[in-house]
């Protein structure tokens, strides 16, 4: 619609307007303004902050892998706190979003260790560990400031001068310093114990970096001979070759088929050993044959077992699963897989095998390396958890933690209150080395914030560091404390940390509520004795249109710098709030986008149509000098309430809605009916008229960039920054800084916009008729209105809107206002709008397509009706959900009797 009116006004102008006219592209080029306008950011340091006599506000960002790229993930997650760090600065806080990169151990070390192998041929262990943690060094200082060039692309206002990096001295300090602290309170131990083994890169994982993958496997039944006996006893397992492992088998104490064999032992094949017969309450006597084998160093079930019948524990693999020595001959360092083969035609060769069943099962794979996890027996350092798990329960329970969507309190409860020690050592090179050294001479291990030169019991110099790193989550838990200079005194104050700690919101990922944000709950009320931050909003997870995520495999994930090179960032950042609902899933494709695209062109063209009437210069009255008319009054009341429900929903993080909400205001209030209605205005010859209506628009088009700069800061800085300065709003330097509209400092006229939104509704419906039996809009009708009184007088003194914007010819209005024969009717809340059109619509035609239309409305009608009687629907949707479905309700009703009342006038 805009865009009509660039054409259609501009002859209007004169001649010594189109001199001073502000100059503004036809069509918006992102390429164009988005450099120009972070430089000048960054040149005016809109984003540093300090301590100050403002209220903080401060945003965690979670540090990404410092070798990864954007991705779609990032790009809404991010953008979610960018919007609310921009929308507080300006409110006036010291917003401080902090910044920071991962050195992420596992992650980083693979893609060196492939990098090595693919540049020189050569592995890890051939260049020394000294020189591979250097190249890990270089890795890092090559490509990780790619992430951090992207985030800038696409808008993200960062303290970028208080980056961090979880391997800079002072964090690494930090890490140190805690380690050392709970090793002394005994919190830090190591103990020998299942793990999960990742068999590519050679560490544990924690179950917390793991991932379950449902596998079309095989149940093998296999047969065990019991010694001195025909007897024997047939077991099931998925994992054949672990039987190599072997030191029992297990059976209900209670099962009868098996009790006269408890304590005898079992031949083991292939391995020609004996092992017992055991009886356990573990074993389910309805499964399988009610007999399980046990294999104590390789099973975590069996592991439990093995330690209660303190049964030996044989390590049948290697760190890369091969089979080890104790096997017999022939299967000594076969791989896993090629062990199984073996060992199922081993034991059909020895007339031991029963049967083999197809069987689908959940198999663990580590996240990493995407390869099956093998239980490992293994030394470990652990974390003890439940004495730091408990007072970051209770931090939950008692409302100190806000969980948005609240349901995910649940889960964060459920994990603490079941929670298993940490496993924190890693078999790797990269990263934190353990700060652990063993004597040489007498065994004794110590530790210190500082490197020992001699053993603090025997004094000997002869000491080897622990040559595991720390689990990189080590490093990340402290986040909330460590880029802030802890737990040095000093720095702290330097940086600021009582100032900005805790923070106000950490938005992220459900799926590292228990690797990241629990862990970080822990720390900070272990080390600063209160929670480090006091809302947890939890993202939506980001699917593609058949609900699958994103994933390289699939090949059905969207790059965003791909959408950014086309649409923008503005765009791009647009679509991926407005998509986002509070905890729900987004189905995204790549044309969602164009929703953006098409939104900020709109503002542009809109703006710019306005500029035309406008130069640098434009002396604007204050809206308190301005006689405002109605559809003035309605703009400037739909400004405020779009400040009013913006604030509220990004209060309660609510952000899709509050996007939203700007979107309609901006095109539907303002570009759509706005501009529209004061297009004549604008074109008259009476100065002070179009002065007033100017005032008008340039006050409305401020606060409406003021309101979608945290979410598109890059076209409404360009624009902003040519809009002359309205005496009611500030001007600083960028709108980066400019206030936050604010309701309760904005003009509101309720009865007067309720009046011009009748008025509106007239127009509407007039319009909608005329299109449903296809008048063309050229064509001028007579239109008879009945209405109540009050409404007769709104109505007859804007009759010349209604006449311009609904194409009538003449109006007539009263209460009493009878319909004529041959005539449709456009109804609405408190009116009747009768056009004549005998001669204009083929009515035996009209009638088939209106009672067709009748149907297809009643059935909306009903099942909207129905949902509304759900109570469940009513209790529990959010309070906008069910507000628009009553409206809703409320519209289609009313074209319902509209349609029902047409039909009735033509029968």
């Known amino acids: 619609m805009v865009e009509r009116y660039l054409t259609i006004c501009q002859p209007a102008i004169i001649g010594e307007q189109i001199a001073a006219m502000i100059s503004i592209d036809s069509s918006y080029n992102p390429k164009k303004y988005e450099k120009k306008w972070w430089d000048f950011w960054e040149q005016n340091n809109f984003f540093d902050t300090a301590a100050s006599n403002k209220a903080p506000y401060t945003i965690l960002m979670p540090p990404p892998n410092v070798t990864s790229h954007l991705h779609m993930g990032h790009g809404t997650t991010y953008t979610f706190q960018d919007l609310l760090i921009r929308w507080k600065r300006m409110q006036g806080y010291t917003a401080c979003w902090l910044p920071g990169t991962d050195h992420a151990g596992i992650a980083t070390q693979m893609m060196v260790e492939k990098d090595l192998e693919k540049t020189e041929g050569k592995t890890r262990k051939d260049i020394g560990r000294e020189a591979f943690f250097a190249r890990c060094q270089k890795w890092r200082d090559v490509h990780g400031g790619k992430i951090y060039q992207q985030f800038q692309d696409i808008g993200f206002s960062a303290d970028w001068k208080r980056s961090a990096y979880t391997m800079d001295e002072d964090l690494s300090a930090a890490v140190r310093y805690v380690f050392v602290t709970l090793f002394k309170e005994g919190l830090i131990y190591r103990g020998e114990r299942l793990v999960n083994w990742d068999t590519v890169l050679k560490t544990a994982v924690s179950d917390d970096e793991l991932y379950s993958e449902e596998m079309n496997g095989h149940l093998w039944h296999l047969r065990y001979p019991v010694e001195g006996s025909d007897e024997q006893i047939v077991i099931a397992t998925t994992r054949p070759e672990t039987m190599l492992g072997d030191t029992a088998v297990a059976v209900h104490p209670d099962d009868d088929r098996y009790k006269h064999l408890v304590g005898r032992n079992i031949r083991l094949p292939i391995c020609d050993r004996l092992i017992p017969i055991i009886a356990d309450d573990y074993v389910k006597s309805d499964f399988g044959s009610g007999a399980v084998k046990i294999t104590p160093a390789h099973d975590p079930n069996d592991f439990e077992i093995g330690k209660r019948h303190k049964l030996p524990f044989v390590e049948i693999f290697d760190d890369a699963a091969a089979i080890t020595e104790v096997a017999p001959e022939a299967f000594r360092g076969l791989d896993r897989f090629v062990a199984r083969k073996k060992v199922i035609k081993t034991f059909k060769e020895l007339g031991l095998f029963e049967k083999e069943e197809h069987y689908k099962h959940s198999v663990p794979h580590s996240d990493r390396s995407k390869s099956i996890v093998e239980p490992k027996l293994s030394k470990q350092w652990y974390v003890r958890m439940k004495p730091l798990a408990e007072p970051a329960a209770a931090a939950a329970r008692n409302g100190e933690l806000n969980f948005f969507p609240k349901s995910w309190s649940k889960t964060y409860l459920y994990w603490l209150d079941n929670i298993q020690d940490w496993c924190i050592s890693r078999q790797l090179w990269w990263g934190h080395q353990i700060p652990i050294w063993y004597c040489d001479s007498c065994d004794h291990l110590q530790t210190g914030v500082e490197d020992p030169t001699q053993c603090d019991q025997c004094g000997s110099d002869k000491l080897t560091q622990d040559p595991d790193v720390l689990d990189t989550w080590f490093s990340s838990w402290l986040w909330p404390l460590s880029p802030f200079g802890w737990p040095d005194e000093k720095k702290q104050q330097e940086k600021d940390l009582n100032y900005f700690y805790p923070s106000n919101v950490l938005i992220t990922a459900p799926e590292i509520i228990f690797l990241w944000v629990a862990r970080m709950v822990m720390a900070g009320l272990k080390f600063k004795g209160e929670v480090p931050f006091k809302d947890i909003y939890f993202t939506a997870v980001v699917t593609d249109k058949q609900g699958k995520k994103f994933s390289k495999t699939l090949g059905n ?351």
């Not at 009341?637 to 990004?650: C, H, I, P, Y």
């Open 557 to 907: 994930g969207i790059d965003p710098l791909e959408i950014i090179d086309k649409h923008g960032a503005d765009a791009t950042r647009f679509t991926g709030v407005s998509m986002a609902p509070l905890g729900g899933r987004v189905m995204m494709d790549k044309s969602d986008f164009d929703h953006g695209a098409r939104f900020v062109n709109k503002l542009w063209n809109a703006s710019r149509f306005l500029f035309n009437y406008l130069d640098s210069d434009t002396k604007l009255k204050p809206i308190s000098e301005v006689d405002l008319d109605l559809p003035s009054q309605w703009l400037l009341t739909g400004l405020s309430d779009t400040a009013k429900r913006v604030n509220e929903s990004f209060s309660n993080y609510h952000l899709n809605d509050a996007v939203d909400r700007i979107y309609h205001f901006i095109w539907g209030q303002f570009c759509d009916w706005g501009l529209e209605c004061a297009k004549q205005s604008l074109q008259s010859s009476d100065e002070q008229k179009r002065s007033e209506v100017l005032s008008v628009l340039v006050y409305a088009l401020d606060g409406a960039l003021r309101l979608a700069h945290p979410i598109m800061p890059f076209v409404t800085e360009e624009l902003w920054q040519k809009l002359p300065h309205h005496p009611d709003w500030d001007r600083p330097k960028s709108i980066v800084v400019a206030g936050f509209p604010d309701e309760s400092k904005l003009a509101s006229y309720a009865k007067s916009s309720s009046q011009w939104q009748a008025v509106l509704q007239m127009i509407t419906s007039v319009r909608s008729v005329r299109q449903q039996v296809g008048i063309s809009p050229k064509i001028e009708l007579d239109c008879l209105i009945k209405a109540s009184d009050e409404l007769v007088a709104v109505v007859d003194g804007n009759q010349e809107y209604i006449k311009k914007l609904a194409n009538i010819k003449s109006i007539s209005i009263s209460s009493s206002q009878s319909r004529p024969e041959h005539s449709l009717a456009a109804i609405g809340k408190g009116f009747e709008c009768y056009l004549p059109v005998a001669g204009l619509v083929d009515f035996t035609k009209e009638r088939g397509r209106i009672e067709g239309e009748i149907k297809r409305i009643t059935k909306i009608v009903d099942g909207i009706s129905n949902k509304l009687k759900n109570k469940n629907f009513v209790e529990r949707a959010p309070e906008n959900v069910v507000l628009q479905t009553k409206e809703q309700l409320e519209n289609m009703s009313g074209q319902l009797q509209s349609l029902k009342e047409n039909l009735a006038a033509i029968g």
